[in-house]
């Protein structure tokens, strides 16, 4: 069941990405924040309903103890959102979804683990890859600045943000193979085979709400910000899609993490062809070169662990 859970995640989180770029305003300095709120208030909701009708005897004291992990996915979504305002879906989530790899590093460097030979020359794809996309978006500064265009003159520094997001995320993912990989090693509190994935979700779900108050607060009351609820409908779709794939997330990742986290990962591949299908995104040749070698590293990266 774990391969179908994978695969439900990567086509959500694939058709979220379209919602998010559409929902990314380039000139509204408080977008991404917005569209946090957004998540943070769909996932709450879901969060809200599995207490109520589910019967998983949550502890709220795992709200603290799964913060670790909750924390590292809250904020390099975030920053991903505010990269989306000035990149291209096309670049920015291959280079976000690479993440399973820098997983695989952390799991090699820390945990000491071995790597094989496919493992190895996906990694190298996919560092090659994000090394050159940076260098062809630095060879076009010259030219965007010259057409005085806002949205490509913080070109280079928006493209930190999904690399900034990719190690991030990564982090959250190496993090939530401890709290996942077993009921006996989990040091989530009153869990059980049946529930340890609901709990860990709706401890996620829960945090991401309070983030989500808290972000409304700051808008509406300290920064007299007017929240237009028809305008949301972009990021209440990529909200829901969001939840969707973090609904079968975790299970995706209590069944086989080493194998699941790359396969999602390559949800941009769905993420590129809906770029190009309804937001008509063009890139350069060389670009689209060099994400197709991103994406072959990523593949090849959940093929050596099947």
């Given at each position: 069941?774990?391969?179908?859970?994978?695969?439900?995640?990567?086509?959500?989180?694939?058709?979220?990405?379209?919602?998010?770029?559409?929902?990314?305003?380039?000139?509204?300095?408080?977008?991404?924040?917005?569209?946090?709120?957004?998540?943070?208030?769909?996932?709450?909701?879901?969060?809200?309903?599995?207490?109520?009708?589910?019967?998983?005897?949550?502890?709220?004291?795992?709200?603290?103890?799964?913060?670790?992990?909750?924390?590292?996915?809250?904020?390099?979504?975030?920053?991903?959102?505010?990269?989306?305002?000035?990149?291209?879906?096309?670049?920015?989530?291959?280079?976000?979804?690479?993440?399973?790899?820098?997983?695989?590093?952390l799991c090699l460097v820390i945990l000491k683990q071995t790597i094989d030979t496919v493992s190895a020359v996906a990694i190298i794809c996919i560092s090659i890859g994000i090394f050159m996309l940076g260098v062809l978006e630095k060879s076009k500064q010259k030219e965007y600045e010259e057409l005085n265009n806002k949205k490509y003159k913080i070109g280079?520094?928006?493209?930190?943000?999904?690399?900034?997001?990719?190690?991030?995320?990564?982090?959250?993912?190496?993090?939530?193979?401890?709290?996942?990989?077993?009921?006996?090693?989990?040091?989530?509190?009153?869990?059980?085979?049946?529930?340890?994935?609901?709990?860990?979700?709706?401890?996620?779900?829960?945090?991401?709400?309070?983030?989500?108050?808290?972000?409304?607060?700051?808008?509406?009351?300290?920064?007299?910000?007017?929240?237009?609820?028809?305008?949301?409908?972009?990021?209440?779709?990529?909200?829901?899609?969001?939840?969707?794939?973090?609904?079968?997330?975790?299970?995706?990742?209590?069944?086989?993490?080493?194998?699941?986290?790359?396969?999602?990962?390559?949800?941009?591949?769905?993420?590129?062809?809906?770029?190009?299908?309804?937001?008509?995104?063009?890139?350069?040749?060389?670009?689209?070169?060099?994400?197709?070698?991103?994406?072959?590293?990523?593949?090849?990266?959940?093929?050596?662990?099947?």
């Amino acid at each position: 069941m774990w391969f179908i859970f994978a695969l439900i995640t990567l086509l959500s989180w694939g058709i979220a990405d379209l919602f998010y770029k559409k929902g990314a305003d380039e000139n509204d300095k408080y977008s991404h924040l917005k569209t946090s709120m957004m998540v943070g208030l769909v996932m709450g909701i879901h969060a809200i309903c599995m207490l109520i009708f589910t019967d998983m005897g949550y502890d709220f004291t795992n709200i603290l103890i799964y913060l670790p992990v909750s924390a590292m996915y809250i904020i390099s979504m975030t920053v991903g959102y505010f990269g989306l305002r000035y990149l291209e879906l096309s670049i920015s989530s291959p280079i976000q979804n690479s993440s399973g790899a820098v997983a695989c590093l952390l799991c090699l460097v820390i945990l000491k683990q071995t790597i094989d030979t496919v493992s190895a020359v996906a990694i190298i794809c996919i560092s090659i890859g994000i090394f050159m996309l940076g260098v062809l978006e630095k060879s076009k500064q010259k030219e965007y600045e010259e057409l005085n265009n806002k949205k490509y003159k913080i070109g280079l520094v928006a493209f930190m943000m999904p690399i900034i997001y990719c190690i991030v995320d990564a982090l959250g993912t190496f993090f939530d193979a401890y709290y996942l990989d077993s009921i006996e090693l989990t040091p989530l509190k009153n869990v059980t085979e049946a529930t340890l994935e609901n709990v860990a979700n709706t401890s996620y779900e829960l945090t991401f709400l309070i983030c989500a108050v808290l972000i409304f607060v700051f808008l509406k009351f300290i920064r007299k910000e007017k929240i237009v609820v028809k305008e949301q409908k972009s990021r209440v779709g990529a909200a829901m899609f969001e939840t969707l794939g973090q609904f079968t997330y975790v299970y995706a990742m209590s069944g086989m993490a080493t194998v699941a986290a790359p396969m999602i990962a390559a949800y941009s591949i769905v993420s590129v062809i809906l770029s190009r299908i309804f937001l008509k995104e063009k890139l350069s040749k060389k670009q689209y070169l060099v994400i197709g070698l991103v994406m072959i590293g990523i593949i090849l990266l959940g093929i050596s662990d099947v």
